[in-house]
Structures are given as C-alpha cells and as structure tokens.
Nanobody
Framework: QVQLVESGGGLVQAGDSLRVSCAAS????????MGWFRQAPGKEREFVAT????????YYADSVKGRFTISRDNAKKSVFLQMNSLKPEDTAVYYC?????????????????WGQGTQVTVSS
C-alpha cells in the first residue's frame, strides 16, 4: 500500500481554476493506478478521474470532461488534478486514491489506499 496526502484545496469563485495535489509515500508508486474521487455533503462518493501507471491513459467522469485534467509525476510520487471553469456543483471533498494496476477503473473498491481529502468550495 501507499500513503496519500492531498493538498491545494480552497475557496474559489465560479469560473476560476484550482489545482489539487496528492503526494504518495512508498517505493512502488509507479505500479499503481491513481484516481480522484469527490464527495459532496449528503451525497455518495463519486468518481472524477483516473490515470494509468504510466500516465499515458486517462478517463474522466462526464461531469468534468473537458474541464479537469489528471496527471502524474512518478519521479516525484505525485498526482495532480487541474480543475478549470469550476462550477458551484464541483464543491466537495476531493480524495486521492491508489490501486494496483489492473487497467483503468472507476470503481472505488479497486482503490485500496485513500488520502484524507481536501475541501474544494466553489462560490457562485
């Protein structure tokens, strides 16, 4: 397993951009698929984006496609989520997750390691 720590959340206005980061510890970071999930108050945790171990393949939820970009730096054991054109409905706690590489997945059950989350609030 890897340990994950998110950072970079905050309060922004609609239309603004924000980048959240996730720092991982552990020697086998490059063996993991990485994902971002989010959970808004009163709602279930939902998939946002995922990236392959190499960074060559990504997949996004329809609600963020074209606005969010996931990327990773295996040398720095980090994964990022660049969020542009933010909307109030993007307000949530954003979680970084890692899972052994078995192909891209949007199922939280396939991610065994989770960070503590970082709050993103978008005001209208």
């Amino acid at each position: 397993q890897v340990q994950l720590v998110e950072s970079g959340g905050g309060l922004v206005q609609a239309g603004d951009s924000l980048r959240v980061s996730c720092a991982a510890s552990g020697r086998t970071f490059r063996n993991y698929a990485m994902g971002w999930f989010r959970q808004a108050p009163g709602k279930e945790r939902e998939f946002v984006a995922t990236i392959s171990w190499s960074g060559d393949t990504t997949y996004y939820a329809d609600s963020v496609k074209g606005r969010f970009t996931i990327s990773r730096d295996n040398a720095k054991k980090s994964v990022f989520l660049q969020m542009n054109s933010l909307k109030p409905e993007d307000t949530a706690v954003y979680y970084c997750a890692a899972g052994p590489w078995r192909g891209l997945s949007i199922d939280p059950a396939n991610f065994g390691s989770w960070g503590q989350g970082t709050q993103v609030t978008v005001s209208s």
